[in-house]
């Protein structure tokens, strides 16, 4: 009998423990990350390895395209012959966006044209960024849909 309370306890111990919710998300991103992340982006070429815009993934609209981001806040997506410029920045909840969250941190993208980078202007809110992959999604205020942009290093 004693033998399989110490051995429930024990079970129950490494449930509690492997149950850790912390080490499975990624730490929130808050302002003291964003001069980390303008580095991150202006430090090479990167590519859009995942679109998800509302209720497609459209990935593929951007395939072969390079985006550079420069430090004067232009950012460059080239593809053969094709270049298309646009503004990027990255600034706190301080800044006129649409987010109701007061800590986030937004990644803005704006290209005025061609139509499908239209859909890549956007507030981007930062899930997670890495040295090789900048994660961000955009839940619109309008219809209530749920975008996903993510850029890999080439």
Do not use: H
Not at 11 to 36: G, H, K, N, W, Y
């Amino acid at each position: 009998m004693k033998t399989n309370l110490i051995v429930g306890c024990l079970l129950c111990c490494v449930l509690f423990i492997s149950c850790d919710s912390e080490e499975d998300s990624p730490e929130r991103v808050t302002q003291a990350d964003m001069e980390a992340i303008r580095s991150t982006a202006l430090s090479g070429s990167w590519r859009i390895s995942y679109f998800f815009d509302t209720d497609k993934e459209e990935t593929s609209n951007f395939e072969g395209y390079a985006f550079v981001f420069g430090a004067d806040g232009i950012v460059t997506a080239v593809k053969d012959a094709t270049e298309v410029t646009g503004t990027w920045s990255v600034t706190d909840s301080n800044s006129s966006d649409d987010s109701p969250d007061d800590s986030d941190v937004d990644f803005n993208l704006n290209f005025p044209s061609p139509e499908m980078f239209l859909d890549l202007t956007d507030d981007w809110d930062i899930l997670e960024y890495s040295q090789n992959q900048i994660k961000l999604i955009d839940i619109s205020g309008g219809n209530g849909g749920t975008d996903y942009l993510t850029f890999q290093k080439i």
